[in-house]
């Protein structure tokens, strides 16, 4: 794991020198809201001696050291841009960029009325069971989960499975945009037990703007390929705007195992 946190070529003296590889992290590079395994952070440390490479996630910044750092190892040294957030916090070789927020974007009064709705909703939901936290409050958005992101390992699995017979969180989404249709905002799903709501244009390609602008730097590299990986690549997933983008090359993953082969047969680790 320590290899992973260790030196590596510059961006601009990279052998492939004009790609980055960008990942997901649930159900990507990590099994949903669980650690990433040894295997993964040693093939992602061989494939940054090759190319750029980045995260991008919904969730924030604490929940992505969590699932991909260590006690001893910041997130933020194991890859060369990490996007929490879907980007709204971003890093750049450890180094914080520009951020933005939900909460000034859509402004007090608005934002009481979404939530008002949302909890009463939730309230008269008939699920087999309810935890806690059913709204997370992010800088970049909100994350609304039906049975509260309090449940458990095995809560959170047996919900996900009563969602897909159900449809609970498509059907929820459909009502929000029907009521909420004039904010501007997006509703994103994602992950075993919630989804995000965000801006429109905050989805996953926001992070793009940072990797176009790496070309501005002091010898700036231009990223003329651009892959990506992520298992909610369907439309309403909340990697389906960034894979289906026309300056990415997506490529639609069902596990971690599924993505190390991916990449291992793209650049021959």
């Known amino acids: 794991m320590a290899e992973a946190a260790g030196l590596f070529p510059p961006l601009s003296q990279r052998p492939v020198k004009n790609t980055i590889c960008l990942f997901d992290v649930d159900g990507t590079l990590t099994p949903a809201r669980r650690p990433v395994s040894p295997e993964i952070l040693t093939l992602l440390s061989a494939l940054r001696h090759k190319v750029a490479i980045g995260f991008v996630g919904g969730s924030d910044l604490v929940k992505q ?155 700036g590299v231009t990223y003329s390929t651009i892959h990506f990986f992520g298992d909610k690549t369907y439309e309403g997933g909340n990697d389906y705007e960034i894979f289906e983008d026309p300056r990415t090359i997506g490529h639609s993953v069902t596990s971690p195992e599924d993505t190390a082969r991916e990449v291992k047969a793209l650049f021959g680790l």
């Open 65 to 219: 050291q969590e699932q991909l750092g260590t006690a001893s190892i910041p997130v933020t040294s194991l890859f060369d841009f990490c996007f929490a957030e879907n980007g709204l916090t971003a890093y750049r070789l450890g180094v914080p960029l520009a951020n933005n927020s939900f909460i000034k974007w859509i402004g007090e009064d608005k934002y009481k009325q979404l939530v008002r709705f949302i909890l009463h909703y939730i309230a008269d939901l008939d699920l087999p069971v309810k935890r806690g936290t059913f709204i997370e409050f992010r800088n970049g958005m909100i994350n609304v989960s039906p049975i509260g992101r309090n449940a458990s390992t095995e809560e959170r699995g047996e919900y996900e499975r009563f969602d897909k017979e159900t449809g609970i969180r498509k059907k929820f989404v459909e009502v929000l945009r029907e009521k909420f249709g004039d904010l501007g905002l997006t509703f994103s799903i994602g992950g075993q037990i919630s989804f995000d709501v965000f801006p429109k244009g905050w989805d996953k390609t926001y992070c793009l703007q940072h990797v176009e602008a790496e070309a501005k730097q002091p010898s």
